[in-house]
């Protein structure tokens, strides 16, 4: 894809936020680049607005970066949702676990049934076979 000459907001928004949590670990640009399996100018691109993430690029950069690929569409201070998800990625170590913790249990599966015993019925009577006896 070319590149382009302004760039988009909202791919900047992601591309803000990649370079957030790539800063926040240490990471360079050819670090993540190369556990991402991209290009380091990709990852500029991408970083800039520049270029617009496919799924898979920014799945790949969330392996990259160690957190779960929804964490790159998080935008803290926009939402509360957002807001908290970020309190709750930075101030625990687990927050994944924590998250998953807080969501509502999934429902139980449901009772097995006993399989009831049905009536075996007498199979239907075959016709004779043969010729027809005289009389």
Do not use: Y
Not at 3 to 21: F, H, N, S, T, W
Not at 65 to 86: D, N, T, Y
Not at 111 to 129: F, L, S, Y
């Amino acid at each position: 894809m070319p590149r382009r000459k302004q760039a988009d907001p909202i791919a900047a928004k992601v591309g803000e936020r990649i370079r957030a949590l790539r800063v926040e670990r240490g990471m360079s640009m050819s670090a993540v680049a190369k556990a991402a399996g991209l290009s380091k100018g990709h990852v500029t691109n991408v970083e800039r607005g520049f270029a617009q993430a496919t799924v898979g690029t920014l799945v790949s950069a969330a392996h990259a970066l160690g957190v779960p690929p929804s964490m790159l569409l998080v935008f803290p201070g926009e939402e509360p949702l957002g807001s908290m998800l970020e309190h709750l990625r930075v101030s625990d170590d687990d927050a994944e676990q924590t998250l998953l913790a807080m969501a509502p249990p999934p429902p139980p599966p449901p009772p097995e049934e006993t399989p009831q015993e049905t009536p075996q019925e007498d199979p239907p009577a075959r016709p004779k076979r043969g010729r027809p006896k005289k009389r």
